[in-house]
């Protein structure tokens, strides 16, 4: 049994695989983390290795001691021990999060190439892949919960709410106008920035959307080939298998 980790800056994400086949997952907020919260939700699987992709090192190095002491193993770090095997044409190779490259690596495996992979987090990020499956670059944006929280920080008048569906398109009290303009924004965006992309490396390119806010978003956009919120577990397995 192999314990994949995904941590991110909102959830650490977790999952149980044999083999190719995933059999349990479930999150916890990387701030309310504890080894306590992790056993009950882990229960009583019995786990054989752990590998950590990690874009919070002080999380990463809280989990790692609780695991070594908990289940007397050595966790691998994706980035550290582990390579993601993907030929990596940034210009600095080692600014890009290793959860990028592990999502752009599992999309290549899973879907093939050229892709184009949106994840939906606590940042949303683009990623581009060519055909001959190199990893090229990619976007960064602020989340959709940065972005309601930044309208309320930085205004006077405009509420803190939470991240949700709009009632409306044309929104009608202050709320859903924000959620509107939040929701209906970004996917017009999405659409905008895949349509441009698809330009640059191929029409022919599939799109995958992933991350924990993905299910909010792609119905209100028209350019997502596959939903696969699961992708960067994925991906942990199948580099731990490779």
Same mark, same amino acid.
């Given at each position: 049994?192999?314990?994949?980790?995904?941590?991110?800056?909102?959830?650490?994400?977790?999952?149980?695989?044999?083999?190719?086949?995933?059999?349990?997952?479930?999150?916890? $907020?990387?701030?309310?983390? !504890?080894?306590?919260?992790?056993?009950?939700?882990?229960?009583?699987?019995?786990?054989?290795?752990?590998?950590?992709? !990690?874009?919070?090192?002080?999380?990463?190095?809280?989990?790692?001691?609780?695991?070594?002491?908990? %289940?007397?193993?050595?966790? #691998?770090?994706?980035?550290?021990?582990?390579?993601?095997?993907?030929?990596? %044409?940034?210009?600095? $190779?080692?600014?890009?999060?290793?959860?990028?490259?592990?999502?752009? #690596?599992?999309?290549?495996?899973?879907?093939?190439?050229?892709?184009?992979?949106?994840?939906?987090?606590?940042?949303?990020?683009?990623?581009?892949? !060519?055909?001959?499956?190199? #990893?090229?670059?990619?976007? @960064?944006?602020?989340?959709?919960?940065?972005?309601?929280?930044?309208?309320?920080?930085?205004?006077? %008048?405009? $509420?803190?709410?939470?991240?949700?569906?709009?009632?409306?398109?044309?929104?009608?009290?202050?709320?859903? !106008?924000?959620?509107?303009?939040?929701?209906?924004?970004?996917?017009?965006?999405?659409?905008?920035?895949?349509?441009?992309?698809?330009?640059?490396?191929?029409?022919?390119?599939?799109?995958?959307?992933?991350?924990?806010?993905?299910?909010?978003?792609?119905? #209100?956009?028209?350019?997502?080939?596959? @939903?696969?919120?699961?992708?960067?577990?994925?991906?942990?397995?199948?580099?731990?298998?490779?």
């Amino acid at each position: 049994m192999l314990l994949a980790i995904d941590i991110g800056n909102t959830n650490i994400s977790f999952g149980v695989f044999k083999g190719n086949r995933l059999i349990k997952r479930f999150d916890i $907020p990387t701030k309310g983390y !504890s080894l306590k919260k992790l056993k009950e939700k882990l229960g009583k699987i019995g786990i054989d290795e752990v590998i950590i992709c !990690s874009v919070v090192p002080d999380a990463a190095k809280i989990l790692e001691k609780d695991l070594k002491q908990w %289940l007397g193993k050595q966790s #691998y770090n994706i980035g550290k021990e582990i390579k993601v095997p993907i030929r990596n %044409l940034y210009r600095k $190779p080692k600014q890009v999060g290793q959860d990028r490259l592990v999502n752009a #690596y599992a999309g290549i495996r899973l879907y093939g190439a050229p892709l184009i992979v949106v994840d939906f987090g606590t940042a949303v990020t683009f990623d581009v892949i !060519s055909k001959r499956k190199e #990893y090229l670059g990619g976007m @960064i944006l602020p989340g959709l919960q940065i972005s309601l929280d930044a309208l309320a920080e930085r205004t006077a %008048l405009l $509420p803190e709410i939470k991240l949700n569906r709009p009632k409306e398109f044309i929104g009608r009290d202050t709320q859903n !106008s924000m959620l509107s303009g939040i929701i209906y924004g970004f996917a017009s965006l999405t659409d905008s920035l895949v349509k441009r992309i698809k330009e640059k490396i191929g029409r022919n390119a599939r799109v995958i959307g992933t991350g924990g806010n993905i299910g909010l978003i792609a119905k #209100y956009c028209k350019t997502f080939d596959k @939903i696969d919120k699961d992708l960067t577990l994925k991906g942990v397995n199948l580099i731990y298998n490779k």
